[in-house]
């Protein structure tokens, strides 16, 4: 390892060692600060050579200049809707936003008067975010699809502008997939009470998804025309090694849980150290993000914000429902209809193998595997995943097959559809 590399290295340990004696003060203190640091640690080793050759090159206040300008001039996640509110059944107030097609009274509203009929209710297409992410994490889609179908994109609980989860910040509950999913039944509920349904999830998006199909097989098999699954899976999630090496991943899988509960309790002083080892864990945000090399570097830190904005105490909230998660049972409910599954095929947090389980299970499911894609396929390559999702919609009778989709650019110079 290189000195650079060694000393991005130590600044996350000194982080984690600072938070473990703060959580250790009351005994055991040289405990939880070895914890810390080696769980810390290892996890940061990937990440740290990318660190060291940026340092060797820009300055420290370069760097953040530069974020500040990224920032400033990025487009991405300024997207925004007609806001809406949904309560989930814990009470938790859920934050979505809708776009429709036309505005009220539109040329829809004069067909219906002409015609003295209803006219057909419209498809709308719900999509749900991933771990640590919120609604914007589709900008592109978004971008694409509007004014072309109704959309419904919203935030799941204690993320984005959605409310802190009401069970589990006043009685201690511990979060589950699955109430997940019964969020999602709310907030469709709320904004799409009648009419069809294509659901498209990322990540614990798409678990969410399967969550809701467990919980009301009913409503999946009398309102959903349409689904995608989009690097997410349906279980196993315990096996995942984030390549790292076995000895690695065995390590960070026994301590991370309590690690991070730890420095979920002293979320203020774990705040201060994210900020002040910044630099270092924007390139292991970007390792677990990205497979290309040529990611804009504004789309990257769109990433980046996003995660950031994540506060700790959440992150250890959510993290132990995905070792319990296993919706494997549920997925014979999607059979009857399109389904997309898709996945980048350099994705570290959910293996591109999770979405071949999946389509293993639905046969008729279109499965595509994005070559340099990681993470967030969806804004590594957009020109992808919008291409396939609009042939979903168009095959799910939710758009007309002449339908143009809108523009939604690209993030890397060597991305191509299809």
């Given at each position: 390892?290189?000195?650079?590399?060694?000393?991005?290295?130590?600044?996350a340990?000194?982080?984690?060692?600072?938070?473990a004696?703060?959580?250790?003060?009351?005994?055991?203190w040289?405990?939880?600060?070895?914890i810390?640091?080696?769980?810390?640690?290892?996890?940061?080793?990937?990440?740290?050579?990318?660190?060291?050759?940026?340092?060797?090159?820009?300055?420290r206040?370069m760097?953040?200049?530069?974020?500040?300008?990224?920032?400033?001039?990025?487009?991405?996640?300024?997207?925004?809707?007609?806001?809406?509110?949904?309560y989930?059944?814990?009470?938790?107030?859920?934050?979505?936003?809708?776009?429709d097609?036309?505005p009220?009274?539109?040329?829809?509203?004069?067909?219906r008067r002409?015609f003295?009929?209803?006219?057909p209710?419209?498809?709308?297409?719900?999509?749900?975010?991933g771990?640590?992410?919120?609604?914007?994490?589709?900008?592109?889609?978004?971008?694409?699809?509007?004014?072309?179908?109704?959309t419904?994109?919203?935030?799941?609980?204690s993320?984005?502008?959605?409310?802190?989860g009401?069970?589990?910040?006043?009685?201690?509950v511990?979060?589950?997939?699955?109430?997940?999913?019964?969020?999602?039944k709310?907030?469709?509920?709320?904004?799409?009470p009648?009419?069809?349904?294509?659901?498209v999830?990322h990540?614990?998006?798409?678990?969410t998804?399967?969550?809701?199909?467990a919980?009301?097989?009913?409503?999946?098999?009398?309102?959903?025309v349409?689904?995608?699954?989009v690097g997410?899976?349906?279980g196993?999630?315990?096996?995942?090694?984030?390549?790292?090496?076995?000895a690695?991943?065995?390590?960070?899988?026994?301590?991370?849980?309590?690690?991070?509960?730890a420095?979920?309790?002293?979320?203020?002083l774990?705040?201060?150290?994210?900020?002040?080892?910044?630099?270092?864990?924007?390139g292991?945000?970007?390792?677990?993000?990205?497979?290309?090399?040529?990611?804009?570097?504004?789309?990257?830190?769109?990433?980046?914000r996003?995660?950031?904005?994540?506060?700790?105490?959440?992150?250890?909230?959510?993290?132990?429902?995905?070792?319990?998660?296993?919706?494997?049972?549920a997925?014979p409910?999607?059979?009857?209809?399109?389904?997309l599954?898709?996945?980048?095929?350099?994705?570290?947090?959910?293996?591109?193998?999770?979405?071949?389980?999946?389509?293993?299970?639905?046969?008729?499911?279109?499965?595509?595997?994005?070559?340099?894609?990681?993470?967030?396929?969806?804004?590594?390559?957009?020109e992808?995943v919008t291409?396939?999702l609009?042939?979903?919609?168009?095959?799910?009778?939710?758009?007309?097959?002449?339908?143009?989709v809108?523009?939604?650019?690209?993030t890397?110079?060597?991305?191509q559809?299809?």
């Amino acid at each position: 390892m290189s000195e650079s590399s060694a000393e991005a290295v130590a600044e996350a340990a000194s982080a984690a060692v600072a938070v473990a004696s703060a959580t250790g003060a009351a005994g055991g203190w040289r405990r939880a600060t070895g914890i810390a640091g080696a769980a810390i640690g290892v996890i940061a080793a990937g990440a740290a050579a990318g660190v060291a050759l940026e340092r060797m090159t820009v300055g420290r206040g370069m760097r953040a200049k530069a974020r500040l300008a990224l920032d400033a001039a990025g487009p991405y996640g300024s997207l925004r809707g007609t806001p809406e509110k949904a309560y989930a059944d814990d009470g938790t107030e859920l934050y979505y936003e809708i776009d429709d097609v036309e505005p009220q009274g539109g040329p829809a509203g004069r067909r219906r008067r002409l015609f003295g009929r209803k006219a057909p209710l419209p498809v709308t297409v719900v999509f749900s975010h991933g771990y640590c992410l919120t609604q914007d994490s589709w900008h592109f889609q978004r971008a694409a699809l509007r004014g072309v179908v109704r959309t419904v994109h919203w935030d799941q609980r204690s993320h984005g502008r959605s409310a802190r989860g009401a069970a589990q910040l006043r009685d201690g509950v511990a979060l589950t997939i699955d109430q997940l999913g019964r969020d999602l039944k709310a907030v469709i509920d709320a904004a799409a009470p009648e009419g069809p349904i294509v659901l498209v999830g990322h990540s614990m998006g798409g678990m969410t998804v399967m969550a809701l199909a467990a919980q009301y097989p009913e409503f999946i098999r009398e309102r959903v025309v349409a689904t995608a699954f989009v690097g997410t899976s349906s279980g196993r999630l315990g096996e995942v090694n984030f390549g790292l090496p076995v000895a690695g991943v065995n390590a960070v899988r026994r301590v991370l849980p309590g690690v991070l509960k730890a420095l979920g309790q002293q979320a203020a002083l774990v705040e201060k150290g994210r900020r002040a080892t910044a630099d270092l864990f924007a390139g292991i945000i970007k390792r677990y993000s990205f497979a290309s090399r040529d990611v804009d570097p504004a789309v990257a830190r769109f990433a980046e914000r996003m995660i950031e904005g994540t506060p700790i105490d959440v992150v250890a909230e959510f993290y132990p429902a995905f070792t319990d998660h296993d919706k494997t049972e549920a997925l014979p409910l999607f059979k009857d209809m399109p389904v997309l599954v898709l996945a980048g095929i350099g994705d570290l947090v959910t293996p591109s193998e999770h979405s071949e389980a999946i389509a293993d299970l639905l046969p008729d499911a279109e499965l595509v595997l994005v070559p340099d894609a990681g993470h967030l396929v969806m804004l590594e390559h957009p020109e992808v995943v919008t291409d396939r999702l609009a042939d979903l919609l168009t095959r799910a009778g939710a758009v007309p097959a002449g339908a143009t989709v809108g523009g939604y650019g690209s993030t890397s110079s060597t991305a191509q559809p299809g």
